[in-house]
């Protein structure tokens, strides 16, 4: 089965700061999906990455994948209390169940 | 994006007793949705692939008689918990599949099932 390793898993930082959180996969991924968690609270889709090398961004958030497409990064500049929350990656396995498999999610605190 | 709606955001039972969670998607047909289960600071796990008009499919050591899942319509996917215990107080939550180019999962907000 896939696993998605999250680092780092919680992160606090200064308003105004960039900051990188990082997915591995044990496998090749098909598709990697970013979301956002409030705590007790239902996921927001941030950003889907499917091809080796894609970028995307979106407001001040950026996620890559890389060339073997077994490693995704979300990178967040200028960051603000609103930023805050839980990130979570989820791979798809690349079967026509679209089934996906999340890391453990990385906590992240924005200090005003 | 997509809306996808949960009823009931909280729940909170009697041990023994059913309790029926509904995932609704709001302006799309969904034939899949998926139902996950999240522990405290856990991430999400799923629990089993709700297909439309046919027999869900179970996770591995997701009991299929204890989690009961209905996906009656191309918008509706319901989960009973039966015969709920304490060990069953978790965050369920549900996505749907948006078909197209991307495959998107949209997720609903969650339900939270207190068994006392």
């Known amino acids: 089965s896939q696993e998605l390793e999250q680092s780092p898993q919680s992160l606090i930082v200064q308003e105004g700061k960039n900051l990188t959180i990082n997915c591995t996969s044990s496998?090749?991924?098909?598709?990697l999906y970013w979301y956002k968690q409030k705590y007790g609270e239902g996921l927001i889709f941030l950003m889907m990455l499917q091809k080796g090398g894609e970028e995307k961004s979106h407001e001040k958030i950026t996620a890559k994948l890389d060339e073997k497409k077994q490693q995704s990064s979300l990178h967040i500049t200028a960051s603000q209390p609103s930023h805050a929350g839980i990130y979570l990656c989820?791979?798809?396995?690349?079967?026509?169940?679209?089934?996906?498999?999340f890391g453990k999610g990385t906590l992240l605190t924005v200090n005003p | 994006g997509a809306v996808v709606s949960q009823h009931p955001s909280r729940v909170i039972c009697k041990s023994g007793t059913s309790v029926k969670i509904e995932c609704r998607s709001l302006?799309?047909?969904?034939?899949?949705m998926f139902w996950y289960r999240q522990f405290p600071k856990q991430s999400l796990m799923l629990m089993a692939t709700s297909n439309e008009g046919s027999k869900a499919t179970y996770e591995q050591g997701v009991e299929k008689d204890k989690f009961l899942i209905n996906h009656a319509s191309l918008t509706l996917s319901t989960l009973t918990v039966t015969s709920a215990h304490p060990e069953d107080s978790s965050f369920y939550i549900c996505?749907?599949?948006?078909?197209?180019?991307?495959?998107?999962?949209?997720f609903g907000p969650g339900t939270r099932l207190t068994v006392l």
């Open positions: 989820g791979a798809d396995s690349g079967g026509s169940n679209y089934k996906l498999t």
């Open positions: 996505s749907a599949l948006r078909g197209g180019a991307g495959n998107e999962q949209f």
């Open positions: 496998k090749t991924l098909y598709g």
């Open positions: 302006d799309f047909q969904a034939t899949t």
